[in-house]
């Protein structure tokens, strides 16, 4: 991956805070030529820069409010089944294999917790998945952000 510049950073930055902005406002905020702003954002969008459009969405607006994390104990010769089988799941939004004592960890979204439990049986009855561990997100106190980075010194 091609690490981003000081003006890679700038324009990502105006996207962060306003993702519609039209590539010639970009370009004048940032006093850059609108071809240098449009070849930069083809490549960002290419690359392993950016989100997919779609996170942007919230799963409450889906009528999905609760959230919680899932921690996964695997059988190791089926992993790839038990992974295979979660990405089918629709309320999996993110999973990752994190160091230490479990082997993914699960982000999920349910309508309530009836449902939430529903999902945490689903997702313990996936293949190769030996046992689950469910916690509730009460509420969110820091949203994601990127903001922070964008500002921080480039390492």
């Known amino acids: ?18 993702p519609r902005r039209p590539v010639a406002l970009i370009a004048q905020d940032l006093s850059l030529a609108r071809g240098t702003v449009h070849a930069r954002l083809a490549r960002l969008e290419s690359g392993p820069y950016l ?5 942007r969405i919230l799963p409450a607006a889906l009528g999905r409010g609760v959230s919680a994390s899932i921690q996964v104990e695997l059988d190791q010769h089926k992993i790839g089944a038990a992974i295979d089988a979660l990405s ?15 082997d993914l960890l699960l982000r999920v979204v349910a309508t309530d917790p009836d449902d939430l439990y529903r999902v945490a049986e689903v997702v313990r009855l996936c293949p190769g998945i030996l046992r689950t561990s469910t916690s509730l997100f009460l509420r969110q106190v820091i949203p994601y952000r990127v903001s922070e980075l964008l500002k921080a010194p480039l390492p």
Do not use: K, Q
């Not at 989100?51 to 996170?55: G, P, V, W």
């Not at 089918?88 to 479990?102: H, I, M, N, S």
């Open 1 to 18: 991956m091609d690490s981003l510049d000081e003006t890679d950073r700038r324009i990502l930055a105006v996207l962060d805070s306003d």
């Open 51 to 55: 989100r997919a459009h779609s996170s």
């Open 88 to 102: 089918r799941v629709p309320e999996v939004l993110e999973c990752f294999a994190p160091a230490g004592d479990t």
